[in-house]
Nanobody, 125 residues
Framework: QVQVVESGGGLVQAGDSLRLSCAASGRTGGRFGLGWFRQAPGKEREFVAAITWSGDKQYYSDSVKDRFIISREDAKNTAHLQMNSLKPEDTAVYFC??????????????????WGLGTDVTVSS
């Protein structure tokens, strides 16, 4: 059984930084492609960032490009999302998603097989 666990959320002020972490585990025999999505109150879940299972490619939404950095630890199914210059519009529940050796489309939520429960990020103005 695969588990995905997020950590690192919190309450910060506009302009601050925050680092989220995601750990995927399970007896799959493979490595996970990992993605971050977020959902603000009253809005649909949206793609934020993703990193391939090998770490050789990263993907970002236009709204966070140049502010957020996704990385992963070598040989671990763990990813980090460094969020800089946070804005009130970044306020949301942030979810980590995982797919073994994939997914085929990193920016698409339905392409992932496993999800965490989410971590709250609140940015005050």
């Amino acid at each position: 059984q695969v588990q995905v666990v997020e950590s690192g959320g919190g309450l910060v002020q506009a302009g601050d930084s925050l680092r989220l972490s995601c750990a995927a585990s399970g007896r799959t025999g493979g490595r996970f492609g990992l993605g971050w999505f977020r959902q603000a109150p009253g809005k649909e879940r949206e793609f934020v960032a993703a990193i391939t299972w090998s770490g050789d490619k990263q993907y970002y939404s236009d709204s966070v490009k140049d502010r957020f950095i996704i990385s992963r630890e070598d040989a671990k199914n763990t990813a980090h999302l460094q969020m800089n210059s946070l804005k009130p519009e970044d306020t949301a529940v942030y979810f980590c998603a995982a797919a073994v050796w994939g997914p085929p489309h990193y920016t698409v939520a339905t392409a992932y097989d496993h999800w965490g429960l989410g971590t709250d990020v609140t940015v005050s103005s």
